[in-house]
């Protein structure tokens, strides 16, 4: 093959990259539409699918060169813009749809998430050169979920939902959970196992013939998140110790 034609396909290839980073809007208009027909359980289906579609585009556009050979469109432009309807705006509406927010506050707390997501969405510091998130990167689809499967109260969800917010707009540390090098051999088959325990959970609710061991998965949709926060802690405040000791 020339390089001409290698260079037709590599295109071809990276245009077809952004049209499956695209297809994560239609998931979250599909978890929309289920939200608004009060399909909770479809809801939670199609945020994992957008999940999946955020996390598999970003290793293979780095292997494709996105950037050189499918430059007429913004990836990580588009990427964002994705991800703040899918990550934020639909599992927000399924909050309010859901009634989690504490009586008579559900304007002022959904419209404090809005306000903080699009401030962190925007920050030039968003994401450090070794591929950490400064703050919580706004994956509001993932927390939303576990609200309702734990079946958390208005009470519990207020709080968690305003330590979100503020984290924000710090420099607490949080893994990119497929780029950061250290403690990756650990990080992703907990992610794998994370989001198969969630998939699990979510396509079981409301469902009258729910796999058996529901225990067990709530634990994992539990413990990962604690891990992060915990390996965010020490990277925020200890971080030269792993450097020492990992890399």
């Known amino acids: 093959m020339s390089i001409l034609d290698s260079d037709s396909v590599l295109r071809r290839a990276g245009y077809a990259l952004h049209v499956m980073t695209a297809a994560g809007a239609v998931a979250g208009m599909l978890a929309l539409q289920a939200i608004i027909d009060n399909r909770v359980r479809d809801a939670l289906i199609w945020l994992i699918v957008s999940q999946i579609l955020d996390g ?13 050979h499918a430059d007429r469109i913004d990836g990580w432009v588009l990427d964002l813009v994705v991800d703040y309807l899918t990550c934020v705006v639909v599992p927000v509406v399924l909050m309010i749809q859901m009634n989690l927010f504490p009586a008579h506050y ?5 419209a404090a ?20 998130f400064n703050g919580f990167p706004a ?3 993932l927390v939303v979920p576990t609200f309702i499967i734990l079946d958390a109260s208005s009470k519990q ?22 780029r950061v090098q250290r403690l990756r051999i650990v990080t992703l088959p907990l992610a794998v196992i994370y989001l198969i325990a969630l998939t699990i959970l979510s396509w079981n609710y409301g469902s009258p013939t729910a796999i058996q061991g529901s225990g067990i998965l709530e634990f994992i949709l539990l413990a990962f998140p604690v891990y992060i926060f915990i390996y965010g802690v020490v990277e925020t405040w200890f971080g030269g110790y ?4 990992f890399d």
């Open 56 to 68: 598999l585009d970003g290793p293979i556009a780095r292997k494709l060169d996105v950037e050189f």
């Open 106 to 110: 559900e304007t002022l707390i959904a």
């Open 113 to 132: 998430i809005f306000l903080f997501a699009a401030l962190w969405f925007a920050r030039t510091d968003l994401e450090t050169d070794d591929h950490w």
């Open 139 to 141: 994956v509001w689809n």
């Open 157 to 178: 969800v207020l709080i968690f939902s305003a330590i979100l917010c503020v984290s924000q707009l710090t420099n607490f540390k949080i893994p990119h959970l497929v």
């Open 242 to 245: 792993l450097q020492y000791y």
